[in-house]
C-alpha cells in the first residue's frame, strides 16, 4: 500500500513537472509558429551566454520576468474573488491529465510500472467535469475585476463555453457508443490491433464527422481564435484578465495552454489511438514518443487555425454552436447508434 | 475505489502550486502602488460609470436552455456505455430494438424542443 502510494505520488510529481515544462515550450511554440506563419523569425535571442539555442530558453526568461512584475489589485476590486480567480482556473487544468494513458507499461528498476497515473471507470466524465470547473475562474475574475470590459469577457465566456460544452459531450458520446467505455485505458487499449494502426478514426470512418464537431467545440472551450472572444484582444482589450499581472497572469496563460493540452490529448486518445503506433508491442517506450508526436501535430493545427482563421462575430459564433453543431452531434448520435444496432 | 486517491493527491499539489505562485508574485516584486495603477483599465482614460451594470437577459436564457440540453447529455453517457454490450451480446439481447427505441423516443423529444426553442426566437443574438 505504501509503494502504491509512492508511485502514485512520484508519477503525479513527474505528470506536473512535464506539463509544466511542456506549457512553458507550448507558448514559445506558438510564438515560432506565428513567426514562421508570418514570415518573421520569432523569439532568437534568449540563450546561454554565448550560444543563442534558437531563442529555447525564452520561456524561463519570460517566467523570470514575470515573477518579478508588480502584483496589482486594483481598488474597487473584489479583493478575496480576485486573488482565487486564477487558482480557479488554474488547478482543474493541472488535475485533468492524471486519468489519460500515455504509454502502455515499462520496466524500470525490476518493476513494471503502468504509464498511466491512475484509471477511473469514469475518466472520460472526470475529464469533462473537470474542464467545465475552469469557467468558475473566468467567470469570477471578470466579475471581482470590476471592470467593464473583463464583466463582458466573461459573461461571454461563460455563454460561449456552455454552448459549446454541449456539442463537446454529446460528440463524445458518438466515441462512447463505439468503444463501450468511459475508461480512457480501455478506450486506448481497444484501438491496438492491426500493428498499433487500429485508431479509433479508420476503424469507424463515421468518427472523422464527430473529430470535427469535437475538435471545433474544444477550440471554443479552451478560448482559441477563432472563439477567442472572451479575450478579444481588439475589442474587449484582453477580455477577463485585463485587470492581472505578475504571477496571477501567468496562471490565466498556463490554465489555458493545459487546457489546449488536455483537449489535445483527449482527442488523441479518442480518435488517434493514443499512444498506439506501429512496432508498440514490442518497443513499450515508444508509446509516450508517439503519444507526444500526435499531441503535437493537434497542438500545431490549433495554432495553425489561430493565425489563418479570422475572429467570429458573436452572433455568428451563438448560431454556429446551436443551430448546427448541437443538431449535427445529436444526429450522429442517432446514425452511430443505429449502425451498431445493425452490424453484428 | 482505491483508483481515486490520486485524485486527492493531484488536487492537494496544484492547490499547493496555486498558493505558492500567488504568495511569490505578492513578495518577490517591488510593490509601489499609485492611484492611477489601481484604477480600473479603461485604456487609459478616466473610468466612465460603473461595471456593476444589468447584462442582457440572453445570457440568462442560453443558460436555462444549456441546463436541459446538458442533463440529455448525462442522460446519454450511461446508455452510451453499455449499448454496445446490451445489443451485440449478453442476456438482455432479445430487448435491442426497446433499449434502442426508448432512447430514439428520447433524443426525438429533445430535438422537438431544440426546434422550439430554435423557432421562439431564443437562439437569435441580433435581433
Given at each position: 500500500m505504501t509503494n502504491l502510494l509512492l508511485e502514485w505520488i512520484i508519477k503525479t510529481l513527474v505528470i506536473l513537472l512535464i506539463l509544466v515544462t511542456a506549457v512553458a515550450y507550448v507558448t514559445l511554440m506558438e510564438r515560432k509558429v506565428m513567426a514562421w506563419i508570418q514570415m518573421r523569425v520569432g523569439p532568437n535571442r534568449v540563450g546561454l551566454g554565448k550560444f543563442k539555442l534558437w531563442g529555447l530558453m525564452q520561456p524561463l526568461?519570460?517566467?523570470?520576468k514575470m515573477i518579478f512584475k508588480e502584483d496589482i489589485i486594483p481598488l474597487q476590486a473584489n479583493q478575496w474573488l480576485y486573488v482565487l480567480a486564477?487558482?480557479?482556473?488554474?488547478?482543474?487544468?493541472?488535475?485533468?491529465?492524471?486519468?489519460?494513458?500515455?504509454?502502455?507499461?515499462?520496466?524500470?528498476?525490476?518493476?513494471?510500472?503502468?504509464?498511466?497515473?491512475t484509471r477511473l471507470n469514469v475518466g472520460l466524465l472526470y475529464v469533462l467535469a473537470l474542464t467545465s470547473v475552469g469557467v468558475y475562474g473566468i467567470v469570477l475574475a471578470g466579475w471581482s475585476s470590476n471592470n467593464k470590459y473583463s464583466l463582458m469577457g466573461g459573461l461571454r465566456s461563460s455563454a460561449q463555453m456552455i454552448s459549446y460544452e454541449l456539442a463537446l459531450g454529446l460528440s463524445i458520446v458518438s466515441v462512447v457508443l463505439y468503444s463501450g467505455s468511459l475508461d480512457?485505458?480501455?478506450?486506448?487499449?481497444?484501438?491496438?490491433?492491426?500493428?498499433?494502426?487500429?485508431?479509433?478514426?479508420?476503424?469507424?470512418?463515421?468518427?472523422?464527422?464527430?473529430?470535427?464537431?469535437?475538435?471545433?467545440?474544444?477550440?471554443?472551450?479552451?478560448?482559441?481564435?477563432?472563439?477567442?472572444?472572451?479575450?478579444?484582444?481588439?475589442?474587449?482589450v484582453a477580455g477577463y484578465h485585463t485587470e492581472y499581472s505578475s504571477m496571477k497572469f501567468v496562471m490565466f496563460q498556463m490554465a489555458e495552454y493545459l487546457n489546449l493540452i488536455t483537449a489535445s490529448?483527449?482527442?488523441?486518445?479518442?480518435?488517434?489511438?493514443?499512444w498506439n503506433g506501429p512496432s508498440v508491442g514490442r518497443l513499450p517506450f515508444l508509446g509516450p514518443v508517439y503519444f507526444t508526436i500526435k499531441v503535437l501535430a493537434l497542438i500545431f493545427l490549433a495554432m495553425w487555425i489561430r493565425y489563418t482563421?479570422?475572429?467570429?462575430?458573436?452572433?455568428?459564433?451563438?448560431?454556429?454552436?446551436?443551430?448546427?453543431?448541437?443538431?449535427?452531434?445529436?444526429v450522429n448520435i442517432i446514425i452511430s447508434s443505429t449502425v451498431i444496432l445493425f452490424t453484428r | 475505489m482505491?483508483?481515486?486517491?490520486?485524485?486527492?493527491?493531484i488536487l492537494i499539489i496544484a492547490i499547493g502550486m496555486a498558493a505558492i505562485i500567488i504568495i511569490l508574485s505578492r513578495f518577490a516584486a517591488k510593490n509601489r502602488p499609485t492611484r492611477e495603477k489601481l484604477m480600473p483599465y479603461e485604456c487609459g482614460v478616466e473610468p466612465v460609470?460603473?461595471?456593476?451594470?444589468?447584462?442582457?437577459?440572453?445570457?440568462?436564457?442560453?443558460?436555462?436552455?444549456?441546463?436541459?440540453?446538458?442533463?440529455?447529455?448525462?442522460?446519454?453517457?450511461?446508455?452510451?456505455?453499455?449499448f454496445r454490450g446490451v445489443v451485440q451480446s449478453g442476456p438482455y439481447q432479445h430487448l435491442r430494438y426497446v433499449f434502442y427505441g426508448e432512447m430514439m423516443v428520447f433524443m426525438v423529444v429533445l430535438f422537438v424542443g431544440l426546434v422550439y426553442v430554435w423557432r421562439k426566437g431564443i437562439l437569435e443574438w441580433n435581433r
Open positions: 526568461a519570460d517566467g523570470l486564477p487558482a480557479i482556473s488554474l488547478v482543474p487544468a493541472l488535475m485533468t491529465f492524471i486519468v489519460i494513458p500515455y504509454g502502455s507499461e515499462i520496466t524500470l528498476f525490476g518493476r513494471t510500472i503502468e504509464l498511466h497515473v480512457l485505458v480501455e478506450i486506448v487499449d481497444a484501438q491496438r490491433g492491426f500493428h498499433g494502426l487500429a485508431w479509433n478514426i479508420f476503424h469507424y470512418p463515421l468518427l472523422i464527422l464527430v473529430f470535427v464537431i469535437f475538435y471545433i467545440a474544444s477550440l471554443a472551450e479552451t478560448n482559441r481564435t477563432p472563439f477567442d472572444l472572451p479575450e478579444a484582444d481588439s475589442e474587449l490529448s483527449i482527442a488523441t486518445t479518442l480518435f488517434f489511438g493514443g482563421v479570422p475572429r467570429f462575430r458573436y452572433d455568428q459564433l451563438m448560431r454556429f454552436g446551436w443551430k448546427f453543431l448541437l443538431p449535427a452531434s445529436i | 482505491v483508483n481515486y486517491v490520486p485524485v486527492l493527491i460609470g460603473t461595471a456593476r451594470e444589468r447584462q442582457s437577459v440572453k445570457f440568462y436564457l442560453v443558460a436555462m436552455v444549456f441546463l436541459l440540453f446538458d442533463i440529455e447529455a448525462v442522460f446519454l453517457v450511461p446508455w452510451a456505455a453499455v
